[in-house]
């Protein structure tokens, strides 16, 4: 799939969005910078799987609206423990075993796990996780797991 | 009638983001130390900032600027990509500093309110008596 | 309704300013900052709405990439104590 006409199109949705005018000059000068953008960033070599990830669009969107859930149990679990009068915390370092096979995945995974309060990934060494949570269920807990499976599943089968 | 709703959806959503910003920032003064305050932080950036910028968007939603909701769309969207990073930045940058997780056990071995030492496996690396990291060369 | 917003995140910036102020670590300074860099990102946009004038989202936007390469780079100053582009490699990032 030839990813630059993708990205042209996203950089002037973009353009139009941000600027709301359509005079024809502004409209050229729009062409004109994501036209230079693609260019710059096809020259690059940085335009591939990984940069510009549209083959994950669909499958995102299931995703993001249930991490946007999981995040918000978590928020209150994390609130719980600060608002309780005596903060009881118990922070632990764990390791475990990511299962996603490209760079990608572990991206989307570690940020998942960072972005859910509660759960911090502090390094990635091929596909050992190490992750700091504030209290030890909320790592031991099935949780991580479904995210896991969720985000192997948002990574599909390709390659 | 529709204006009353919209109204009551959008206090409610301020006030949540309100609530959960306030105890994440409650969090981030009350909690042992970096580690455990990141996660308070976490909450501050995910939905603190995330209900507010909601309650936003529906106001402008219904106030007929659609552009605005898109923009706020847009700054939250900015702001969830680079909150993870930015945390684990610190993290790392904290690990490899020498600052040592404070742990329950450390903390109950007297290692001090703050409780940097004891407890993780190298305790040894934590060079820095109070655990203050100079900022640039000392030379 | 927005003021009230904006009072609420004015307490937040007050709360995470006293950690910048006490933290014992300079990590904990740093997140401090970075925390009160979300926290103007979003007392922007409520300010936006209060004054009537939403054209203020654009500088909350701008302002939400230079918080995050801000914090960045004070990362990288402290770990490297400068910021020359040949540093990381000369350390080593294990």
Wanted: glycine share 10%; net charge neutral; with cysteine.
């Amino acid at each position: 799939m030839n990813r630059a006409p993708w990205l042209w199109a996203i950089l002037f949705a973009l353009w139009l969005v941000l600027s709301w005018h359509f005079t024809p000059l502004f409209l050229f000068f729009g062409v004109v910078t994501c036209s230079i953008a693609v260019l710059v960033v096809t020259r690059m070599g940085i335009l591939d799987r990984e940069s510009l990830p549209l083959h994950l669009a669909w499958r995102a969107a299931t995703y993001v609206p249930w991490l946007v859930w999981e995040i918000f149990k978590s928020n209150v679990r994390v609130a719980r423990i600060i608002l309780s009068p005596r903060i009881r915390v118990d922070p632990s370092i764990v390791h475990f075993r990511a299962s996603q096979r490209t760079d990608l995945g572990r991206f989307i995974y570690a940020n998942s796990i960072t972005l859910t309060p509660g759960t911090v990934t502090t390094g990635i060494v091929g596909d050992d996780f190490e992750v700091h949570a504030i209290v030890q269920e909320e790592i031991d807990g099935s949780e991580e797991n479904i995210m896991n499976r969720r985000v192997a599943q948002l990574e599909g089968e390709a390659e | 009638m529709m204006g009353d709703i919209v109204n009551a959806v959008v206090w409610v959503l301020l006030i949540a983001g309100g609530f959960f910003m306030v105890t994440g920032s409650v969090g981030m003064v009350r909690l042992p130390d970096v580690f455990t305050r990141m996660h308070a932080a976490g909450m501050v950036d995910t939905m603190g900032a995330g209900l507010t910028l909601a309650g936003l968007c529906v106001y402008s939603l219904h106030d007929g600027t659609g552009l605005v909701a898109v923009r706020l769309v847009l700054v939250l969207a900015f702001l969830w990509f680079t909150s993870p990073i930015a945390t684990h930045a610190v993290a790392k940058a904290a690990l490899s500093g020498g600052t040592t997780p404070y742990t329950v056990r450390g903390a109950q071995a007297g290692a001090g309110k703050d409780a940097r030492g004891g407890g993780a496996p190298d305790a040894a690396r934590q060079a820095p008596a109070d655990g203050e990291r100079g900022v640039g060369d000392p030379s | 309704m927005f003021a009230v917003s904006a009072a609420a995140v004015l307490v937040c910036m007050v709360l995470a300013m006293l950690r910048a102020v006490l933290g014992p670590t300079a990590y904990d300074r740093v997140l401090a900052l970075n925390n009160i860099g979300t926290k103007t990102v979003v007392l922007i946009a409520v300010l936006g709405f209060v004054n009537g004038r939403p054209d203020f989202l654009d500088l909350a936007l701008a302002y939400a990439l230079i918080n995050f390469i801000g914090t960045i780079a004070v990362l990288k100053y402290i770990e490297y104590g400068d910021l020359g582009v040949s540093a990381p490699r000369e350390t080593g990032t294990e």
